[in-house]
């Protein structure tokens, strides 16, 4: 419900049209959050590390234009995730297996 907010004061800001829902409309997400039950929500997944990518792309045929931009994609979003520091470690940091901001 947030995400489809924000998505919906975006537009809002987008168009240059005033935007009035602040106020009740962070009650009403925090009322609907209180009240989702708790099969609503998924626990987190584990990170995904270079290993995982090392896997994709020995699975996948690279000479296949669909495989090859399956690749492509993911490798992006992985890296862009890396440039963003959002990559989450749970155990210690292992540079052989871990992506670092320096990479």
Known sequence: ?????????????????????????KRAIQGSSSAAPASSTCPRCPPV?????LAL????????TFDAVVFATVTMAFWCQCCLSEVYVISTLNPLLHATQAT
């Open 1 to 25: 419900m947030r995400t489809w907010l924000l998505g919906l004061q975006l537009w809002h800001v987008l168009n240059n049209v005033p935007w009035h829902g602040s106020a009740h409309l």
């Open 49 to 53: 590390t270079l290993a995982h990518l």
């Open 57 to 64: 792309r020995d699975t996948l045929d690279l000479n296949n």
